[in-house]
């Protein structure tokens, strides 16, 4: 009987023991479940304040929506004024002149902006087949008077190259142009600037007559080598041509002609904007 009771009393030490670890856990696990608690009572809370924060977020989005179509419609209405000034300005703040042929709203200068009308930059390239703009000889001495060089896609982006209100002119418009001014034949010497300051002589049958001043700001071809600074002018149109390639303009330093022809994307000509 001793052994048994010897055994007995070690069977209710071990109880004993197991009764306190017990006692010992159940208070931790109240003691997680309170934390749990806390926890579950914070997420709920910062739930609730990320709900605020999201509604006050769409507030802020509507209220710069609001702003954004305000803003835009007093830079169309700043720019309408200009123009009834002779000026219009792009989104870097390049100030440029224009001019009426017959029912048409012409720039006196090319596009030189570095800048999408959303405020985007346009990218700077060096090579023909990149997507951007660059000066002549990559030098920005060339920016004035001869504007920037534009690959045709960043020509036609959907964030819009030319101010607010302009546009890049289709070649309807400029068959238009050329028609007002009696036809290829002989557009091209009354959108010259006159005389031999930047274009080469001979300058052939160059008036300006139509105040428009086209410069032989020159080209960058799909070599991406610099050409025909002081002998043409070549601009986009905004438009593919049915045949492939795209259309593009080119007046000449030699005749009076004002070619509009089916080019390569991957050239790299000057920009006039036309009022919308």
């Given at each position: 009987?001793?052994?048994?009771?010897?055994?007995?009393?070690?069977?209710?030490?071990?109880?004993?023991?197991?009764?306190?670890?017990?006692?010992?856990?159940?208070?931790?696990?109240?003691?997680?479940?309170?934390?749990?608690?806390?926890?579950?009572?914070?997420?709920?809370?910062?739930?609730?304040?990320?709900?605020?924060?999201?509604?006050?977020?769409?507030?802020?989005?509507?209220?710069?929506?609001?702003?954004?179509?305000?803003?835009?419609?007093?830079?169309?209405?700043?720019?309408?004024?200009?123009?009834?000034?002779?000026?219009?300005?792009?989104?870097?703040?390049?100030?440029?002149?224009?001019?009426?042929?017959?029912?048409?709203?012409?720039?006196?200068?090319?596009?030189?902006?570095?800048?999408?009308?959303?405020?985007d930059s346009i990218p700077y390239f060096f090579k023909s087949y990149g997507?951007?703009?660059?000066?002549?000889?990559?030098?920005?001495?060339?920016?004035?008077?001869?504007?920037?060089?534009?690959?045709?896609?960043?020509a036609t982006d959907s964030r819009g190259l030319c101010p607010l209100g302009?546009?890049?002119?289709?070649?309807?418009?400029?068959?238009?142009?050329?028609?007002?001014?009696?036809?290829?034949?002989?557009?091209?010497?009354?959108l010259k600037e006159a005389g031999t300051v930047h274009w080469q002589s001979?300058?052939?049958?160059?008036?300006?007559?139509?105040?428009?001043?086209?410069?032989?700001?020159?080209?960058?071809?799909?070599?991406?080598?610099?050409?025909?600074?002081?002998?043409?002018?070549?601009?986009?149109?905004?438009?593919?041509?049915?045949?492939?390639?795209?259309?593009?303009?080119?007046?000449?330093?030699?005749?009076?002609?004002?070619?509009?022809?089916?080019?390569?994307?991957?050239?790299?000509?000057?920009?006039?904007?036309?009022?919308?």
């Amino acid at each position: 009987m001793s052994s048994i009771q010897a055994q007995l009393i070690v069977i209710v030490g071990q109880i004993a023991t197991l009764n306190t670890q017990l006692a010992a856990t159940n208070s931790n696990v109240s003691n997680i479940q309170s934390q749990l608690a806390g926890i579950i009572l914070q997420i709920t809370t910062l739930n609730t304040q990320l709900a605020a924060t999201n509604a006050n977020v769409t507030s802020i989005n509507d209220q710069l929506i609001a702003s954004n179509a305000q803003l835009t419609n007093l830079l169309f209405q700043f720019n309408a004024l200009l123009t009834q000034l002779g000026l219009v300005i792009d989104i870097d703040g390049n100030a440029y002149h224009t001019v009426t042929i017959g029912t048409q709203v012409w720039m006196t200068e090319n596009l030189k902006t570095t800048k999408f009308r959303n405020g985007d930059s346009i990218p700077y390239f060096f090579k023909s087949y990149g997507r951007g703009y660059c000066w002549y000889n990559n030098d920005i001495k060339n920016k004035n008077p001869y504007g920037a060089i534009y690959n045709f896609y960043t020509a036609t982006d959907s964030r819009g190259l030319c101010p607010l209100g302009w546009h890049i002119p289709t070649k309807a418009e400029w068959t238009t142009l050329s028609n007002y001014l009696g036809g290829n034949s002989v557009a091209g010497g009354k959108l010259k600037e006159a005389g031999t300051v930047h274009w080469q002589s001979p300058n052939t049958g160059a008036t300006n007559e139509s105040g428009f001043t086209a410069l032989p700001s020159g080209a960058k071809d799909c070599a991406s080598n610099f050409v025909n600074k002081g002998l043409n002018s070549q601009f986009w149109t905004s438009e593919p041509a049915i045949s492939g390639g795209v259309y593009a303009v080119t007046i000449f330093q030699t005749n009076t002609q004002l070619a509009i022809g089916q080019g390569f994307d991957c050239n790299n000509y000057s920009v006039r904007c036309i009022k919308d």
